[in-house]
């Protein structure tokens, strides 16, 4: 054999493992990419007060007895509440513009950090998230009517929430299902962002997380407010279009201006748009 094929082969069995390794990693850490809960930290930076809210600290218990920190946020008139479920980086610190955005067309607010996250114990993955999405949910059903809630979630969070609508959308009482859902900023499901991020990769057979929402879109029996921006650098627009042609009516949708964390901040019209929708089915 001579010489050059010898440092071919040599080439491509080093390319071919360092693809395997690769792999390796994208399989066994994809949580790392995932949930960044360390970015840019766990320790809490402010409060509600700092934006002139007042606040409980409330602890939850998720279905495995994992201890979970959230706020609740009490409106002034306290008829009507939205459960938030935030992305997949930081902590409910992080997310003061979004609860005073909220304070201020009229409800309430629950913000939970999931496990792993904030003051949350544990650590996060898919099936622990939905469990921390269903106790923030029966912790709101001690205070409100489920026809007094608004489910809300941006990116990673548009996930979880689109899980926990679902199984609410199988009671067959309308009356135990939430009277909205607002999905911003998310993904239609981790595998197919994650082979628009990794073309070179087989990420279908790498992806153990899959936060599949598109294919829960038409199980999903309740008023959708779907939000994307066109600007959006990380979750691409089609996605969210995608889960609006998905989903069943009534839904409306709703193109933001700007980042995917900055969207909301730049579209003058966001506050009146989440008013607008809510008030079609709560009073506030």
Same mark, same amino acid.
């Given at each position: 054999?001579?010489?050059?094929? *010898?440092?071919?082969?040599?080439?491509?069995?080093?390319?071919t493992?360092?693809?395997?390794?690769?792999?390796?990693?994208?399989?066994?850490?994809?949580?790392?990419?995932?949930?960044?809960?360390?970015?840019?930290?766990? *320790?809490? #930076?402010?409060?509600?007060?700092?934006?002139?809210?007042?606040?409980?600290?409330?602890?939850?218990?998720?279905?495995?007895?994992?201890?979970? &920190?959230?706020?609740?946020?009490?409106?002034?008139?306290?008829?009507?509440?939205?459960?938030v479920?935030?992305?997949?980086?930081?902590?409910?610190?992080?997310?003061?513009?979004?609860?005073?955005?909220?304070?201020?067309?009229?409800?309430s607010?629950?913000?939970?950090?999931?496990?792993?996250?904030? =003051?949350?114990?544990?650590?996060? !993955?898919?099936? $622990?998230?939905?469990?921390?999405?269903?106790?923030?949910?029966?912790?709101?059903?001690?205070?409100?009517?489920?026809? *007094?809630?608004?489910?809300?979630?941006?990116?990673? $969070?548009?996930?979880?929430?689109?899980?926990?609508?679902?199984?609410?959308?199988?009671?067959?009482?309308? =009356?135990?299902?939430?009277?909205?859902?607002?999905?911003?900023s #998310?993904?239609?499901?981790?595998?197919?962002?994650?082979?628009?991020?990794?073309?070179?990769?087989?990420?279908?057979?790498l992806?153990?997380?899959?936060?599949?929402?598109?294919?829960?879109?038409? !199980?999903?029996?309740?008023?959708?407010?779907?939000?994307?921006?066109?600007?959006?650098?990380?979750?691409?627009?089609?996605?969210?279009?995608?889960?609006?042609?998905?989903?069943?009516?009534?839904?409306?949708?709703?193109?933001? =201006?700007?980042? &995917?964390? #900055?969207?909301?901040?730049?579209?003058?019209?966001?506050?009146?748009?989440?008013? !607008?929708?809510?008030r079609?089915?709560?009073?506030?």
């Open positions: 054999m001579s010489y050059f094929k *010898q440092s071919l082969i040599r080439i491509l069995v080093s390319v493992i360092f693809y395997l390794l690769l792999m390796a990693l994208l399989y066994f850490y994809q949580g790392r990419l995932v949930y960044l809960a360390d970015l840019p930290g766990r *320790q809490l #930076t402010s409060t509600p007060l700092d934006i002139g809210l007042s606040f409980q600290d409330e602890w939850l218990i998720a279905e495995d007895g994992t201890k979970l &920190h959230s706020w609740f946020i009490p409106s002034e008139k306290n008829t009507a509440v939205v459960l479920f935030h992305g997949n980086a930081g902590n409910i610190s992080h997310r003061l513009d979004t609860i005073k955005i909220f304070n201020e067309i009229g409800l607010v629950l913000i939970l950090d999931y496990r792993g996250y904030g =003051q949350s114990e544990g650590q996060p !993955d898919e099936l $622990g998230t939905y469990q921390d999405g269903r106790a923030a949910w029966h912790y709101l059903l001690q205070k409100y009517s489920a026809n *007094q809630i608004v489910i809300f979630g941006r990116s990673m $969070g548009g996930a979880v929430a689109s899980e926990l609508a679902r199984e609410l959308s199988e009671e067959q009482d309308e =009356q135990v299902k939430p009277a909205a859902l607002i999905l911003e #998310t993904f239609t499901s981790v595998p197919n962002l994650g082979r628009e991020l990794y073309p070179l990769f087989p990420i279908d057979l992806a153990r997380i899959r936060y599949d929402s598109l294919a829960r879109m038409n !199980d999903i029996s309740i008023p959708t407010l779907f939000i994307h921006s066109a600007d959006d650098e990380i979750i691409p627009y089609a996605h969210g279009r995608a889960l609006f042609n998905a989903a069943r009516e009534p839904k409306q949708f709703y193109p933001l =201006q700007g980042g &995917h964390n #900055t969207g909301f901040r730049l579209s003058p019209e966001y506050p009146r748009v989440l008013k !607008d929708f809510i079609q089915y709560i009073s506030i």
